[in-house]
């Protein structure tokens, strides 16, 4: 009986190594490393590298740490291209790579930083300094001023986007239109402009409460992308054709497009930051 | 089945859940919200302007309603149906939300506000038509119009808040 068991348990052992072998042979893999660097010597953090079977399409990605280092293991064997997306860098061309089993393949690559990516860069001191404020620190730092700040902040934007959106529609000449031009203009230039005044007067305390968020928010950078052409457009051809009775028709309906255009969408990106 | 049940039933359904987890619908819905909100409430608030004797004093009432209501209908439209949309993903966090119940009582009001106005006061209308400053139960009307729209949109923008 003794030896009944002693055999059952090495036959066991034997077949379980084996099995592991087995697999081992079946699947045969291999590991990819590198660090990532841009052109200042610098690493880079957060890349995608992703590995993709030219044969199967089948990928696999690894992301670069803080020391700009990525790893991928149990790479099956075979050929590979390799790709990598990061915001603001481009990546070289890489060769596609084939690698055996047990092979440790390096890559180290230095990433170009984009033109837009630097000067984003150069802004970010501006952006520190904000947080930092007194203001910035106060709303952060207590729960219900940002609230109340927020709720008036959309206060100013029916203010603003219904001056806007009234005055649209006389530019296109569906409402008023027994009323000049002008007149209507004084009419609502001041609600639209009242709104203006209350979001930036509480849209600037917002910011400077989470100033490094927007920073590394694409929808912030989207909204000011809006927001400055429309101030200034605001300011300039809106005024001008607004409160002109001798405007042409055309350049009404630009004027009208236009304002409809740039102020919704500093409204969408504006409402996105907070999902973003 | 209580209210409760129902709100749950709603955020859980395919739907709701469908929303709430989306990277792009959620935002997209909240942003078009808030676009008809500045929109219609805008245009609303010109008018409410009009009643309180504010603004275009020399405009007959009648013609200012007729210029304005149409366009603002599309608008309160969007607002409804993103609005049930948004209500829909996330029913059982507004039934909790003080926030949510105080924006439904307002919107109520509004409601009646709007209805008294129509029904009743404006039965004289032709009286006060082109009065530069109407009359007090039409200033009334254009006062409540502005605090209830108010209490909406703070009490909607302060859902996203648990104090």
């Known amino acids: 009986m003794m030896r009944f068991a002693k ?100 890559f180290n690559f230095t990433m170009t930083m984009t033109t837009s990516e630097r000067m984003l860069r150069k802004t970010w001191p501006f952006f520190n300094w904000a947080e930092g404020t007194w203001i910035g620190n106060a709303i952060r730092n207590h729960q219900y001023p940002f609230a109340v700040i927020e709720v008036v902040h959309l206060f100013g934007l029916t203010l603003l986007l219904g001056g806007i959106f009234l005055m649209s529609l006389r530019l296109f000449g569906f409402i008023m239109r027994d009323m000049p031009l002008s007149q209507v203009a004084r009419q609502l230039g001041w609600i639209s402009f009242l709104g203006l005044v209350v979001m930036v007067a509480t849209g600037v305390p917002l910011f400077a409460s989470e100033a490094l968020k927007c920073y590394s928010n694409n929808m912030y950078w989207y909204k000011m992308a809006f927001f400055f052409p429309a101030t200034i457009f605001h300011f300039t051809l809106y005024r001008k054709v607004t409160r002109s009775d001798s405007s042409q028709p055309f350049m009404r309906g630009l004027t009208g497009f236009l304002a409809l255009f740039l102020w919704f969408g500093v409204a969408v990106f504006g409402r996105a930051i907070g999902y973003f | 089945m209580s209210l409760l049940e129902i709100c749950q039933n709603l955020q859980n ?72 949309l948004l209500f829909w993903c996330q029913a059982e966090k507004a039934y909790n939300s003080v926030f949510f119940r105080i924006k439904v009582i307002a919107l109520i009001l509004a409601g009646v506000n709007i209805l008294y106005f129509h029904l009743k006061t404006q039965r004289s209308q032709a009286s006060w038509d082109t009065a530069g400053i109407p009359p007090t139960n039409a200033r009334l009307a254009g006062l409540f119009s502005i605090l209830l729209w108010a209490i909406i949109i703070a009490a909607g923008r302060l859902m996203a808040y648990t104090f």
């Open chain 1, 7 to 106: 055999l059952t348990v090495a036959v066991l052992t034997v077949l379980i190594f084996s099995s592991f072998l087995t697999t081992d042979l079946l699947a045969q893999t291999g590991t990819i490393s590198g660090t990532i660097l841009d052109t200042e010597g610098k690493r880079v953090p957060y890349v995608n590298v992703t590995a993709t079977n030219t044969a199967t399409g089948e990928d696999r990605v690894g992301i670069t740490g803080d020391a700009g280092t990525f790893k991928i293991e149990m790479l099956a064997s075979g050929t590979y291209k390799l790709t990598t997306s990061v915001q603001g860098f481009v990546m070289p061309d890489v060769p596609n790579f084939t690698i055996g089993d047990a092979e440790t393949k390096q």
């Open chain 2, 13 to 84: 359904s395919s739907w709701g859940t469908q929303i709430r987890e989306s990277i792009f619908f959620f935002p997209i819905i909240e942003g078009i919200h808030v676009i008809a909100l500045g929109v219609s409430v805008g245009a609303v608030l010109w008018w409410d302007l009009r009643l309180l004797g504010f603004s275009m004093r020399n405009k007959p009432i009648s013609q200012m309603q007729a210029n304005i209501f149409k366009w603002m209908m599309p608008g309160f439209t969007i607002m409804m149906i993103t609005g049930v």
